[in-house]
C-alpha cells in the first residue's frame, strides 16, 4: 500500500473510530431510574425539562436545576421565580396544556402526585417519569425521588446531602414526639374538617415523623374521612395538627384557626395546653415530598414540640 492510499485509510479508520466512540458516548448518556410505573430510561443531565409536579419542581429548585416550562398556579414563596415568564406555563397540576409542551420540545417531562395520572398522554411528547409518593412509604418514596433527580441532573452529592439532612431532622422530630402523647389531623376547607390517619396522604406525621395516632381506625381516602367538633372532642387528642386548605389553594375561606376556635374544641387536651398546630399548609397540601417544602415541615414540628 502506497504512502497515499495508507494516508487516506488512516483518515477513514479514525473517522470510523470518532463515529463509534461519539455513538457509544451518545449512549452512555441515557441512564435507567425507576418511577412509580417501572424503569425508565432517561437521558442525563436533560437540557429542556418540563415540571408537573411541584415537589419535583421543589427539589430540581434546591438542586440549582433549572427548567423550561412549570404549572400555572399558585406557588409557594420560595418557588415565586418559576411565575417569571421566562418560564412557559404548560398549564396546570391537573390538566397539561399539550400545545405549550409540545411547543418547547422537552428532553424529560416530570409529573407526580395530582399530574401523574397523564403520564401516558405525555410520554408521546417526549421522556416521562412519574414521581409520586405512596402514603404507606411517603418518606422513604420523597428521599428516592430526590436521589433519582440528583441522579439524572448529576447532582449525586447534593441529593444525598439533602436526604442525610432531612433523616436526621426527622429523627430529632421522633425523639419529641416519642413521649408527646397522641395526635390527630384535621383538614379544614370551606368551613368543612376531614381527618387523616396512618397510610393516608399525610400520613408520614403518624409514620416517619412519629406522633401516636388519636384514632387508629381513620378510614384511609384521598379526602380523609369526615370529622365534626364533637369526633375531635371524642378522641380527645394530646395535639391537634391542622391544614387549612383554602390557604394552600389561595382561595378565601373561615380560615382553620376561627373554624376550630368553638367552645367544644377548647375543651380537648390539645387546645387547654396550647397544642394545637397550625401545619404549613404549602409545605403540606400543595408541595409535599419535595426537598424543601419537607424541612419546613419537619422544622415547623419540631418547634412546636420544643414548647
Excluded: C
Excluded at 104 to 110: G, K, N, R
Excluded at 134 to 147: E, M, P, V
Excluded at 259 to 281: F, M, S, W
Amino acid at each position: 500500500m502506497n504512502m497515499l492510499n495508507w494516508r487516506v485509510f488512516s483518515m477513514l479508520t479514525l473517522a470510523m473510530l470518532s463515529i463509534g466512540v461519539f455513538t457509544g458516548s451518545v449512549n452512555a448518556e441515557n441512564l435507567t431510574v425507576r418511577d412509580v410505573d417501572g424503569d425508565v430510561a432517561v437521558p442525563v443531565n436533560p437540557a429542556k425539562v418540563v415540571v408537573f409536579d411541584l415537589a419535583s419542581l421543589d427539589t430540581l429548585s434546591a438542586l440549582g436545576v433549572d427548567v423550561a416550562g412549570v404549572p400555572g398556579g399558585n406557588k409557594p414563596p420560595y418557588l415565586k421565580q418559576y411565575e417569571d415568564e421566562r418560564y412557559a406555563k404548560v398549564g396546570t397540576v391537573f390538566e397539561p396544556d399539550f400545545e405549550a409542551v409540545a411547543a418547547l420540545e422537552p428532553d424529560l417531562i416530570i409529573v407526580g402526585g395530582r399530574s401523574g395520572a397523564k403520564k401516558a398522554e405525555l410520554s408521546k411528547l417526549a421522556t416521562t417519569i412519574n414521581l409520586s409518593v405512596n402514603g404507606n412509604s411517603y418518606f422513604a418514596d420523597a428521599k428516592n425521588n430526590i436521589l433519582t433527580l440528583g441522579k439524572i441532573f448529576a447532582k449525586t452529592e447534593q441529593a444525598e446531602s439533602i436526604v442525610s439532612r432531612l433523616d436526621q431532622a426527622a429523627a430529632e422530630l421522633r425523639s419529641k414526639t416519642a413521649t408527646a402523647g397522641t395526635g390527630l389531623l384535621v383538614l379544614t376547607t370551606g368551613g368543612k374538617m376531614s381527618t387523616f390517619g396512618a397510610g393516608s396522604r399525610f400520613g408520614i406525621l403518624f409514620g416517619d415523623y412519629g406522633v401516636r395516632p388519636a384514632d387508629d381506625n381513620v378510614k384511609v381516602g384521598l379526602h380523609g374521612q369526615p370529622a365534626t367538633f364533637e369526633y375531635i372532642l371524642e378522641k380527645n387528642p394530646d395535639w391537634l395538627y391542622v391544614i387549612d386548605r383554602d390557604a394552600a389553594i389561595g382561595r378565601d375561606g373561615a380560615a382553620a384557626k376561627q373554624v376550630l376556635d368553638n367552645e367544644i374544641v377548647q375543651q380537648t387536651a390539645a387546645y387547654q395546653a396550647g397544642h394545637v398546630v397550625l401545619l404549613n399548609p404549602t409545605s403540606w397540601y400543595s408541595v409535599g415530598g419535595g426537598a424543601t417544602s419537607l424541612k419546613v415541615a419537619i422544622d415547623q414540628l419540631t418547634a412546636a414540640h420544643n414548647h
